[in-house]
């Protein structure tokens, strides 16, 4: 039987290739830009849905937009282990965040259908569209919605120009209402599966093509709206100003330098917008985010209180208007042993290392939610040059391959523990 299952170098081709395939449906020329619920979007996710058809597997779009793909197993409608990841991409991003995990999910539901082999669970594949969170003020919505964990309140959020998500996902052809219908049943989905990218060097610098998570890291972030008072370059006296960028620069630095303090914590000011943006006028307003992250919960939420303390010092000595609003806050989530281990033992089957490294991630990922509704688990493959959320992010096809056949060799040891 396993004789007739692609070896890891037919893998990793036919994972490059089909990254070729998805990675053609852009929002920008030249760039891989595919945010969620954008035109690019909704042509990826028709992609995705016609591949998963191709694999085998019965599939649609679902109210949120996320790309679902089931083979049944024994019983019709019966317990599932899922493989996902997301085909949403940060603005300018690299070609491999999210969108491996997605073909390799499809191409190893294709290698088991090739093969004859039947599950003693249904097989199910899904491609997440709101794992970025980069268009809407959201964490991980789309994943959240299969976990039963969708705050409604975000279908009121809006974009950088104004759209609301419900409306963006009617024009997607997605469908607010349904969306609480989503929400999977305890016990429905016995294992989630996701194989990333690692979007750090670990795996480089440590000469490993492949490793596991062990836990994602808690993170939290916000929006931070800035009020100062706009006027003229030339006229208003520097000590009569109430600059709202000179406010905020002073915050960013505060985020660097407290974030900095904290043993293995991150902190980042990602986007920053200054109204009205004119050379010759004093800045009126600035709206910018924070994002922190840090292996565990308690040391971050001393970091949140640090730096609300320290924006509320620098709003008030400046005189300027200071509103914090926070968005997404999630704690550090640990993955499940029992399948680690499962994915030792799959990792071990290719060949390349009998007790493969184990490593936190500092990323988010969908994994992240799927852990509130079922066992989950994550396989990082090695990145070549450590860098992610860039056009640089690189892997090669050989170490791409042999995570997908680790992946393929851990649903079969999922399915000899059932069996
Ligand atoms: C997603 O990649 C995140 O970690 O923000
Ligand atoms: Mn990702
Ligand atoms: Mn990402």
């Known amino acids: ?62 109210a949120a937009g ?33 969108n491996l995990g997605v073909v390799a999910g499809i191409l190893v539901a ?54 609301r998500l419900s409306d963006a996902l009617l024009a997607f052809g997605g469908d ?29 610098v440590e000469n490993e093509p492949v490793g596991i998570v062990t836990a994602i890291n808690a993170q939290r972030k916000a929006r931070i709206y800035v009020a100062g008072e706009a006027g003229h370059a030339g006229t208003v006296p520097m000590a009569l100003r109430k600059d709202a960028l000179t406010a905020s620069a002073e915050m960013a630095l505060a985020v660097e330098a407290i974030a900095s303090a904290y043993e293995q914590a991150v902190g980042t000011v990602g986007v920053f917008q200054v109204d009205p943006g004119a050379t010759n006028v004093v800045p009126g307003s600035v709206a910018f985010t924070i994002d922190i992250r840090c292996p565990r919960n308690e040391p971050l939420a001393a970091m949140a209180a640090a730096i609300e303390a320290r924006f509320g010092e620098i709003a008030q000595r400046r005189g300027v208007g200071l509103t914090i609003t926070p968005y997404a806050r999630a704690d550090a989530v640990p993955m499940d042993p029992a399948l680690q281990d499962a994915l030792s033992l799959g990792i071990a089957r290719t060949g390349v290392n009998p007790a493969p490294r184990r490593l936190p991630s500092g990323a988010g990922h969908d994994a992240m939610a799927m852990a509130a509704l079922c066992p989950s688990a994550m396989l990082f493959v090695r990145n070549e040059k450590g860098i992610s959320h860039s056009p640089l992010e690189a892997m090669t096809e050989a170490d791409a391959g042999i995570a997908i056949r680790a992946l393929l060799e851990t649903v079969l040891e999922l399915a000899r523990r059932e069996g």
């Open 1 to 62: 039987m396993a004789a007739s299952l692609p070896s890891a170098a037919v893998l990793g081709a036919r994972a490059f290739a089909a990254l070729e395939g998805l990675n053609r449906f852009s929002d920008e020329p030249g760039k891989l830009t595919r945010l969620y619920l954008s035109p690019a979007h909704r042509q990826a996710a028709e992609w995705t849905k016609g591949a998963m058809e191709v694999a085998g597997l019965t599939a649609f779009i679902d």
């Open 66 to 98: 996320s790309v679902q793909g089931r083979r049944e197993g024994p019983v019709p409608g019966g317990p599932s282990v899922m493989i996902g990841s997301h085909i949403d991409t940060v603005k300018d991003g690299g070609r491999f965040d999210g």
């Open 110 to 163: 294709q290698a088991l259908r090739d093969a004859g082999i039947v599950l003693p669970f249904a097989l199910e594949v899904v491609a997440f569209g709101d794992e970025e969170n980069v268009r809407f003020p959201t964490h991980l919505s789309t994943s959240g919605a299969l976990a039963g964990d969708y705050d409604l309140a975000w279908l009121e959020a809006r974009d950088a120009e104004g759209v």
């Open 176 to 204: 607010p209402s349904g969306i609480a219908a989503l929400a999977r049943r305890r016990g429905s989905v016995t294992a989630y599966l996701e194989l990333h990218i690692e979007q750090g060097p670990v795996l480089e």
